[in-house]
């Protein structure tokens, strides 16, 4: 259990970040928003519940030490940014080649749980939450005299904040595509807008890995 001790200050602090972090644009959020332009809320169920397994997973491992080890040698985090970019740049150009495959009739189905969960790993944003999460914030939600057993409750209960503040956050992008669903079925709107989402995705993965 959590000790008694731990103030509420903490938790808030922790509760704004991970508002913060998961309501405004990222992979995650641009990749939900084009899901649910082509397939609608619905489809996009098992992605956001993946983003949400998928983030757990990141912050046990954060907890459990990748954090320091991450911080502890710069290379191994330049190798992991380096490896994400390189997907989330990938991604982006699917979205905006002019392919004719890529249209929202031809396109075969949305992100599996396990393509969210494992979509985690390669996105930059993802890690900065979850080393950031075990770096800054778990250290302030333990007792002076912590054992293993108040650090794997701490991160289990950081994960829980994640995904009870993360996951209205992330379906709202979802729903924001949804809602285009109709309206970018007209002409060559959807083609603009996978262009859009496209350039977005690759900014923000630019943005996310140069600072």
Not at 54 to 65: D, E, N, R
Not at 120 to 144: D, E, R
Request: hydrophobic letters at 55%; proline letters at 6%.
């Amino acid at each position: 259990m959590l000790p008694e001790s731990a103030s509420l200050a903490p938790w808030t602090a922790l509760a704004l970040f991970a508002f913060a972090t998961t309501i405004t644009p990222g992979p995650n959020n641009l990749m939900l928003t084009v899901t649910g332009a082509h397939f609608g809320l619905r489809a996009a169920a098992p992605a956001i519940a993946g983003i949400l397994i998928g983030m757990s997973v990141l912050i046990g491992c954060a907890g459990a030490g990748v954090a320091s080890l991450l911080l502890a040698f710069p290379g191994l985090e330049l190798a992991l940014r380096g490896v994400g970019l390189g997907y989330l740049l990938w991604l982006s150009w699917r979205l905006c080649a002019p392919n004719p495959s890529l249209d929202a009739r031809e396109m075969r189905r949305p992100f599996t749980i396990r393509e969210a969960i494992l979509f985690q790993f390669v996105n930059p944003k993802a890690w900065m939450m979850a080393v950031t999460a075990a770096s800054t914030f778990l250290p302030g939600l333990l007792p002076v005299a912590a054992n293993a057993g108040d650090r794997a409750a701490a991160t289990l209960a950081v994960a829980l904040c994640f995904a009870v503040v993360g996951g209205p956050c992330i379906t709202s992008w979802a729903v924001l595509g949804a809602a285009l669903q109709r309206w970018l079925q007209q002409g060559s709107r959807l083609r603009g807008f996978n262009a859009t989402m496209g350039v977005l995705l690759a900014a923000t993965a630019l943005g996310m890995v140069l600072v």
